[in-house]
C-alpha cells in the first residue's frame, strides 16, 4: 500500500539509485531480449509439435462413406449452376439453391438484410443469403455446425469459387442420408463476401434487436429458423472440383483464432486423404527448399503475424470467432492442367469430399464444445506451434521497459525541496540580487504536483483520440459532398494537427512534464499489454516500433545535447500513427508496382492510405474490427502525449516564481547533487 | 351403453366436462376477452351428446371391470416422414379404494402409487428429438425433448408441504420404475403452474395442486423403452408391442413413451372409481434414411418385423391407417376391409382400419404385414410440395453472445386468420437469472423479418422469482396473438457463475434451459389429432367436434454456456493459491493492522478454585487493545486501580479485561 507512496522507499532507497544509474542500460537488455526471445521462437527448440488434445475428435476413426455418387452430383450440379450464372451475372441464384437444398430434404430458408452504407449519402444495399439445415436425428435442436460457401457472382471481380456451392449441396444430400448426426447441420451460402456472412451472424444472435436508423449500419433481420448453439463451422472455398491443394485460413477479426485443435483436426484429416493441405500453403512449384528450416519457421511466423495484425478476417469463418464459434476456412485452389499430371475428372472432388465427411464426423462427435488445446498460439509450421506462455515473454519484456522507467520517473519525481532549489538555480542564474534571503521563505508550505492539469491534459488528448472515432460518422460530416476517404483522411489529419499544436499552446506548470512522463509509460504499458493480450501480432509489432522512442525519450532538459532531443523530436514526428500508416501503404504499393517512378508511387500511396483510413472506419463499424479504434483512441493520444514529452516545453522558473508568490528557495546540496547524477544518466 | 349403468358414466362424463369448462372459463376468456368468437361457452350438453352418438366407450363397464385395447395409427407426413402412433389403454373400474389391492391388467406399482398418494392424474413423458410442428403438423400426444413430468394432486387436507414430499417420492418411484433419472426431479427444478396446465381427472372441483417439472437433458434409450413395455399386460410378447424393438424404436427421428394416468371419481361417492392408465409410443421415421429407391415402405420396414398377433387380453387391437393428405399417393397392401370418416372442426382425415381381431380370428401361425406403396409412374423426385403450416408455431432460442447475459426469445407465430388466445409457461432454471423489467412481447406481420417497436400488451401475468439453488423461475403470460402475426417474448437472463463443484463433469457442453410451453385454443381442427379430453382411445377423436381444441405445444429447450473456468491444471493451481491467500490474508491483516498490547497479569488468582474458574471465563488472558502503546499504559493504570471508576459501573473485578478499541480509549483520555 505504502510502496509507493512513502518517501522513504522512493528517494532515499537504494533500488532507486542504482537503477537511475542503468536505466538506459535496462531498458536496452529488455529490448533487445525481447527480440532475441522473439526470434528464438522460431528455434525448433522452442517451439512444439501440434496435437490433439481434445480425444472426441478422434479423427479417422470412420471410414469415409461418401462415394464417387456424390461427386457425380457435384459435377452435375457445377454443370446446373454455370447454366444458371449465364443469367445471372451479378446476383446469386437463390432460386436454384434454394430449390435443390428443398429437393435433398433439407429445411429450406432464405435471410435478407440490409446495409446502409455510412458514406455517399446513405445508399442501401439488399442482400439475401440461403441456407438449410439438416435436422440431426439425435438431438432435439440444441446444437449445431455451420458449413458455409461465399458465393460470388460471375461479375465478382474476385477468383471464381462458384464449385464451392456445388460441392456443398452434394455433401448435404449425402448428409442428409445418414442418421448418425447428433447436431443440426446448417449449409449456408452468402453473397457480397463478408457481408452476408456478417449479416447471417448477427440475425442469428441478436435478431430481436431494433434497428436504430441513425446508428446501425447493417439490418441484419431475424432468422426465420435456428439450430441452438452453434459449435464449430467449416467455411468452403473452392476454385475447382479438381483442386492442386488446400490453404487452410484461421485469422479471424481481430486477429482471434479458432482452436488449434481445429486446425490440427483439418490438418489429419486431409493428410489421411491424400490432399497437399497446410497454414498458407502454396503451390508446389512456388515453393523454395533452399532456405534453413529457421529461414522457413521464420518465414512463417513473420507472415501469420502479419496477416493477424491487420484484424482483417482472410476469410468468411473469420466472423465466427467472436461469437464462439470456432470456425476455419478450406480453401482449395484449382490444379494446374499439366500434360503428364492428369486426374480422373470422374473423381477428382472425391477426396476433398472425403475430408468434408471426415471433419464434419469429428466435430459431429464433440461433446462440448472446443475448450482444450490453445485459442492463442502461432503456427510456425504446418505441425508446430507456439503457445501463448511462450510468446507472451517476448511483448512483456519490451513493454516492461516502460514500467521500469514509470518507476524511476516516479520515485524521483521532483519534491518540493528540489522543485525550490531548481526554482533558486534559475533564479540564481538570472540576477543574484532577486535572491530572496532565507528569512522571508515559507518552509512550511507544501509543494503540489499539479496533478489536476496533468489529467486534464490527459482527457483532452484521449477527447481528440475518442473525436477520431466519431466524427467522420456524424451526420453533418456526411452530408458533405465527399468520398469517404477523403473526409476520413481530412477529419483524421485535422485532429493529428490539433494534437501536434496541442503542447505549443498548452504549457503544464513545473513538474507537470514529469508526472505526464509516469502517466505516458503507465499507459503506454498498460495498452500495449492489453493490445497484445487480444492481438499479439499487432501488440507486439506497435511495441518493437516504438519501444526504442519511449525509452530514449527524457524530459530534463540539462545535460542532453541538442541535436539528440532534435533527433528524438524527428522520431517522434515519423512515428505519428498517420505516418506509419502512410509508410506500411508505401512500402507495399512499392512492393507491388516496383516498375512504377517514385512520385507516382508515393501519390499512389497517399490514396491508397487514405482509402486504407476509410476502411478501417468501415470495417470498425460494420464488422467490429478494433484496428481502426486502437490506432486512432489509443495511439494517437499516445503520440501526442509522446510529441508533448519530446517538446518539452517549459514555463519559465521565473514566470512561475512571480505566477506563484515566489516560494523561498533553500539550497539543500544533496538533493541536487543526487538530481544532478540522475540528469547524467 | 349408458342405460346398463345409467348412474356413473353419464354423470362423470358431464361433470368432468363441466369441470373443464369451469376451468377454460376461468383462464382463457381473460386473455381472449378480444376475440369472444373462440371462447363463446359452448352448452355443456353438446359433449354429453356427442359422447353419446359416438362408440366412446367400448362395451359396457361395471364394477371391477378392467379393459385393455392397443392401437397402432400409421400417418405419412410430409417431407418423406412416417408417423407411428401406440396407444395402449388400460380402463379400470375398481369401484373402492381397496380394491385397488388386486390388480389384474393395471400394473401393481400404478395401483400402489395411487394407493399412496393422493396423485389424481400423472403425465410422465421421456423423449428423443424434436417434433418439427412446420413439417409434421400437431402430434397426437404432445411431448418436450428429455423428460417431463407433472401430476395433480387432490385430496382432503392436503398442504403444500404435503405435496412436494408427495411429488418428490411419486419422482423417485417413477425413476425406479421406468428407469430414468426422474428422481433428479425436486425443488429446484419443480414449479406448480398455475394457468397453463388443466386437470383431466375427476372430480377436479375440489381444491387440488400440480407439480411439474422437465429434465431436457435426459436422454432416452432402449434401458426406458424395457421397463416401459413391462407395463403393458401383455409384455412385449405379442400384441403391438412386439413391433416396438429397441434397434428399430431407437433410429427414429422422433420417438416419445409417454404414460398418463389419471383417476375419474365420481362427484360424491369416493368409492367409484375408474383408473385409466395410457401408455402411448410417438415414432417419426424418415424414409431418406432407409436409402429407398422409392418411397415404399412397410411395418416390416419399419419395425424390423410383421405383427404376430394382438394381445390376448386385449378387447380392441385395431391399425388406423391415414389415408388422404400425405397418405393419398400410397396404395395399401392388403386392402383395408374398413374406412372411417372422420369430421373434426371442419376437417376431414380418412382412416382405413385394420382389426387384428378379426385378421388373427383362424389359428395359424402367420406375420401381418401392412406396405405402403407408391405407384410406379412417380419418379424418385420427392414431394417437393411445402406442407399447409398448422395455425400455431413455437421456437424458442438464445440470443446475445457471450458467457456473461443473454436473451431468451421465444416466438409464437399465428398463421391462422383470427386473433388467438395464448398462454406462454417459462421454466428457467436457478443458474439462470431472469429479469422481469425486461420482459417484452414484441409482434410483427407473419411474413417481414424483422421486429419492430410494436408492443402486445399481455392479458395475464403469473410470476414465480427464482432463488439461487433453491427454486426456478416461473413465468406465465397470456395474450391475444393477432391473425397472421408472430409474438416475440424476449427475457434478459444474467448466467451465474458456479461453485466449483457444481459444474458436470462436460462442463463446457452447456447447461440446460427446458422448453417453454405453449397453450392455446384452436377454433378449428386443421392439424389437430389429439385425443378429446373425456375420451380415452384414438378412435374417441373421430367426428369429435368441439367449440374449440385445447392445443398445447412445446419450443426446443435451450444450451446456454455458462462462465465455465479452465478446469485444467493452472486452474486447481489458482483454486488452491486462492484459497492459501484468503485463508492467510486474515491473521495477516489484523496483525498488520492491529497493534498488540501485552497486558500485563492484573492479579494473580489466589486459591486454585479461583485460577480454574479464571481459566473457564478466560478471564487473565492476554488484552489485545487496538490503541497507541502509550496511551494505553496510562489507560490501563486506571483501569486497574480504581475497578474502572472513571467508566462508571461498567466494571466490577480487578481482573476484568479491557477490551476497548482506540475510540474508547481516547474518550477515557479526555476525560
Redesign the interface.
Known sequence: MGLLSDPSISTQSKLVDGLARHVRKVCLVLYVAGVVWFFCLALPEFNHGTYLSENALSPGLVYPEIRVDANRLAIQLLEELHRERTNHVSTTPHAWIA?KM??F?L?THT??YTLRYPFGGGKEYHGKNVYGIL?A???????GIVFTAPYRAASSVHTDISPSVPLLLAFADFA????YWAKDLIFLVTEQEQLGMQAWLEAY????R??DANRTYL?P??????A??LQAALNIEVQDLEIDYVDVRIEGLNGKLPNLDMFNLVQRIMAREGIASGYKQAPRKKRRHSQSVYEQNLRGMLSMLASQASGVPTGNHGLFH???IDALTIAAARRQTHATLKGNPGSAAVPLLKAIEGISRSLNNL???F??SFFFYVIVNNDRYISIGDYMPALVALVACAFVKAYLKWATLPSASEMEAAAAAASAAGSESELPSPGEAEPDEPFDLPYGSVLIYLVATLAIGYLCNVLPLQQYFLEIPMGAAPLTTSVLSFLSLIGFILPFVVVLPPGGLELLHVAFLLIYGCAMIAIGLLNFALGFFVAVLTVPLVISLETSEENTKSSFRNSIRLLTLILNPMMIVYVIVLAMTFYQFPELPMQKIMLRAATAAMDASAYGLIDSVIYGNFLYFVVSTVLLPLWILCWTLALSKRRDYADYLDFDEAPSPQPPAPPAQRQAKLKRN | MCQLRPRPLCQRLGSLLMALQVFLMAVLPAIAAATPATVGAPPPTTAPTTGGSRPNFSGPLGRSDERFHEELVVRPLS??HVNTYFQFTTRWHFGKKDNLYHTQLTPRVIAEVLQQFDVKELHIGL????W?Y??WGYPIVEAT??AEMWAWFSGDNLTATEVDRQWGQLANVFSGVLCASLNFVDKTNSISPRHLLRPQFMPANRPRSVRYASL?REIVCTENLTPWKKLLPCGSASGFASLLNSGHVH???YHSLGLKVRMLCEDHLEDNCIVELTQTANLVY?L??F?LSNNDFSLRRLFGMGLNGFCELAESSKIYVQRNEQGQKYSLVPQPTQEVKSIRGGHLVVYAVYDMLEQFKDPGERLFNIAWLTPKNENR??N?MKPTLPPVTV?R???????ERG?I?TEVTNNHYEALPILVQELVPWYVHAYLHTLKI?RKPQRV?????RWLPFKLLHYTPGKQRELPSHLEIGFTLPGQTSA?I?IDVDYLLLKWLEYPP?????H?IGAAMVSTQLPMGRNYTALPPEGHLFEHSFNATRPNYVLSLHT??????LP?P?F?MPYNVICLACTVVALAFGPIHSVATKVIVVGRQASAPKNFVRKILGKIFRRNTVQVRAAAAAAAGAAQAEALRGGGGGRGGGRTAADQPILEDLREEEEQEQD
Open positions: 430449390a428443398n429437393e430434404g429445411e435471410h435478407n435436422r436425428p439425435r438431438i432435439a435442436s440444441t446444437e442428409r442420408r445418414k442418421n444472435h441478436d435478431g430481436d431494433v434497428p439490418r433481420g431475424n432468422l426465420p429458423a435456428r441452438g448453439s467472436r461469437y464462439r461433446l462440448e464444445r475448450h482444450q | 417431407g418423406d423423449t428423443q428429438g424434436l418439427r412446420e413439417t425433448s428429455g431436457p433410429n427414429t427421428k424418415d431418406r434414411l436409402e423426385r420427392r417437393l421456437h432460442y438464445l440470443l446475445g453472445n457471450g458467457q436473451r426469445a414484441r423479418n424483422e421486429y419492430t417497436r416475440l424476449t462436460d462442463a463446457n457442453h452447456g440446460y426446443e429447450a435451450l444450451i446456454v454456456s465455465t479452465d485444467s
